[in-house]
């Protein structure tokens, strides 16, 4: 299976820590956000990761290189202007082949079983089978509903998308390359349908949209060290 980062956003909740380096290269416990994904991906077993990127992508490139430094191949989606989610995605789609890809968010830090989720098949029909976690305090009303291993948008107890889901390319095929689209109205869309399975994940889960969560983070991978700022 391949796999996909999206590292193409401004962070600009993160500024001024933003205005020099992507968010993707911020680091937390010593290693850069992006690279905790890469390397849980190669241990996953992951083919091939396309990463794109928009602002300060350069420095993305240069820091990442060819994957060859996690033994797993890295192609990168460079963006004129950040294309958000599912526009990113659809520009990519050419790299990211025929079959279901897995898709994660840039900046979260989540440890849940990749290698179990690339090797779930969607089930017949689905276009997107996604990860939903307890809602955290800054998003309390939650993204979607959850029931019996299906995505749905009726009213009750909802979960937050956790930026991790494996996708279909159908999903994408009807937007026009090179156009920006948010991926919130495809997924609505395809929930409303019954296409889009959904599991529950209770382990630990980051959003890292602040410079505050990213100091969260750095203290709980390394708990000895003192508080230090980003340079």
């Known amino acids: 299976?391949?796999?996909?980062?999206?590292?193409?956003?401004?962070?600009?909740?993160?500024?001024?820590?933003?205005?020099?380096?992507?968010?993707?290269?911020?680091a937390a416990g010593g290693v850069p956000l992006i690279v905790h994904h890469l390397r849980r991906l190669a241990?996953?077993?992951?083919?091939?990761?396309?990463?794109?990127?928009?602002?300060?992508?350069?420095?993305?490139?240069?820091?990442?290189g060819d994957g060859?430094?996690?033994?797993?191949?890295?192609?990168?989606?460079?963006?004129?202007?950040?294309?958000?989610?599912?526009?990113?995605?659809?520009?990519?789609?050419?790299?990211?082949?025929?079959?279901?890809?897995?898709?994660?968010?840039?900046?979260?830090?989540?440890?849940?079983?990749?290698?179990?989720?690339?090797?779930r098949p969607l089930a017949a029909g689905d276009l997107a089978h996604l990860v939903l976690v307890p809602n955290p305090p800054h998003h309390p009303g939650g993204d979607f509903?959850?029931?019996?291993?299906?995505a749905h948008l009726a009213d009750g107890e909802r979960l937050t998308f956790s930026g991790i889901g494996l996708y279909h390319p159908d999903m994408f095929q009807s937007l026009t390359a090179g156009a920006p689209a948010p991926l919130g109205p495809l997924l609505r869309q395809a929930i409303a349908a019954g296409r889009v399975g959904a599991e529950r994940f209770d382990g630990l889960w980051m959003d890292i949209g602040t410079p505050a969560r990213l100091a969260e983070l750095d203290a709980l991978l390394c708990p000895n060290n003192p508080p230090h700022s980003q340079s």
């Open 68 to 119: 060859s430094a996690w033994g797993l191949p890295i192609s990168y989606s460079p963006e004129a202007t950040a294309l958000e989610t599912a526009g990113g995605i659809r520009q990519a789609l050419p790299q990211l082949g025929d079959a279901p890809f897995l898709v994660i968010n840039g900046d979260i830090f989540c440890d849940v079983d990749l290698a179990a989720l690339a090797t």
């Open 145 to 150: 509903h959850l029931h019996h291993g299906r």
């Open 1 to 26: 299976m391949r796999a996909m980062i999206l590292a193409a956003g401004r962070g600009e909740r993160m500024r001024p820590l933003t205005d020099t380096c992507p968010k993707p290269l911020l």
């Open 43 to 64: 241990a996953a077993g992951i083919d091939r990761v396309v990463i794109n990127h928009a602002h300060l992508g350069a420095m993305i490139e240069t820091a990442l």
